[in-house]
């Protein structure tokens, strides 16, 4: 009878750990980029998300996908940027943005992206460098930072 019970609750305790790591990660932040808000070291709760839950103001981690190097070669993997929400669907672009984005200033952001900045503006690498972000590039919404 015991055996049964401690099955049962290993069984549970699985389930549960899997559903969390489904649902949150813990990302460490790189740079200074959200300085003063946040710095390099720093690590934080993330909730995953989906683009129809963002707000303007959410501080966000995406994936970026670096350009080819000016040789063509492409890098391998994703980067992780932490970064703020600044526009969701229908807001106006920027026009610091646009360019970038390739559409027009103040043209709204189409349904499914976002645009994100950095607090520290004068280093940030962010949607005026790399452009829209959409859902593919969403891991999640930070809930708390981790001590």
Do not use: Q
């Amino acid at each position: 009878m015991t055996g049964w019970i401690f099955t049962v609750l290993g069984g549970a305790l699985t389930l549960s750990a899997v559903y969390v790591r489904r649902r949150f990660v813990a990302v460490t932040i790189e740079g200074e980029s959200m300085a003063p808000t946040f710095t390099g070291g720093e690590r934080v709760l993330v909730r995953r998300r989906g683009v129809a839950r963002l707000r303007r103001g959410d501080v966000v981690v995406v994936r970026w996908k670096p350009p080819p190097d000016v040789n063509g070669e492409e890098h391998e993997g994703h980067k992780l940027l932490v970064k703020r929400v600044t526009a969701v669907a229908g807001d106006p672009i920027p026009a610091d943005v646009a360019p970038a984005a390739d559409r027009p200033a103040r043209s709204p952001v189409p349904d499914g992206a976002f645009i994100v900045r950095g607090d520290n503006a004068a280093i940030s690498l962010d949607s005026r460098t790399c452009g829209l972000f959409g859902a593919d590039n969403l891991l999640g919404i930070m809930i708390r930072r981790l001590a």
